[in-house]
Nanobody
């Protein structure tokens, strides 16, 4: 039950990128999926999450630029990232968990399953 993140790459400031998190979980629709990122020399930080009922949550730093969505039929969650900035450069991880209450979706410790990350580099 390890979610897999993909879609990273090298883009210029202002460009867009779409990350995909895929998980082979039979009960995928019951999981909250979160995106976190870690930049070199920095702590891991919350980016966005989407709960089992489709309700999204965003970090202030990405609100209005990033959109999270899910396709339960395909067991995938997408993170559409627009107007990318150099400070968005990081390794992006997706994580999955069940029974996560709304107030805890920003906490990495609330998620039980983590996958390998995908690198996003925003540079001119």
């Amino acid at each position: 039950v390890q979610p897999q993140a993909s879609g990273g790459g090298l883009v210029q400031p202002g460009d867009s990128l779409r990350l995909v998190c895929a998980a082979s979980i039979h009960t995928f629709r019951t999981y909250t999926i979160g995106w976190f990122r870690q930049a070199p020399g920095k702590e891991r930080e919350f980016v966005a999450a989407i709960r089992w009922n489709g309700s999204p949550r965003y970090a202030d730093s990405v609100k209005g630029r990033f959109t999270i969505s899910r396709d339960n039929a395909k067991n995938t969650v997408h993170l559409q990232m627009n107007s990318l900035k150099p400070e968005d450069t990081a390794v992006y991880y997706c994580a999955a968990g069940t029974g996560i209450i709304l107030s805890s979706v920003t906490e990495g410790t609330a998620y039980s399953n983590w996958g390998q990350g995908t690198l996003v580099t925003v540079s001119s």
